[in-house]
């Protein structure tokens, strides 16, 4: 389950689901780590990038990325203007993942951009684990 920054504390729904995966989306390292404390398994932290889904928004960028992944001890993956070259980017940073929506849902040929991103992903495993 993922929950939005708004949405119920993590450890309300942990009490009802308790095997149940619980991520929650932050915007800061402060929000971060409240959710690590209500017993969050993983964060989706962002937007890091300049996207169309948050039109004159300042993005976070790769140095607050790299401020929360040390700041916490659970996943964080990012969200948020990521293109398949800038997900190397981001994987660089340690970042557990990335999260897709408008490169793929607004691409013109969004198998294509699934393989992209796809591909960054698997380079990036085997950069990790060489």
């Known amino acids: 389950m ?3 920054y708004h949405s119920a504390c993590v450890s ?11 991520g929650k989306s932050v915007h800061s390292v402060k929000e971060a780590k409240r959710a690590e404390e209500e017993g969050a398994d993983f964060l989706l932290y962002g937007h890091i990038f300049a996207s169309n889904s948050k ?3 300042v993005p976070k960028g ?3 990325l790299n401020r929360l992944i040390d700041s916490v001890a659970i996943p964080v993956y990012a969200i948020g203007g990521i293109t398949p070259a800038l997900a190397r980017d981001i994987l660089k940073c340690n970042a557990s993942g990335i999260a ?3 490169g793929i849902w607004e691409a013109a040929q969004p198998l294509q951009a699934v393989k992209a991103y796809r591909k960054v992903l698997k380079e990036a495993r085997r950069d990790r684990y060489e």
């Open 2 to 4: 993922q929950l939005a």
């Open 12 to 22: 309300a729904v942990k009490k009802h689901f308790p095997s149940m995966l619980c």
């Open 55 to 57: 039109p004159n928004q």
């Open 62 to 64: 790769l140095i607050a």
């Open 100 to 102: 897709i929506m408008s």
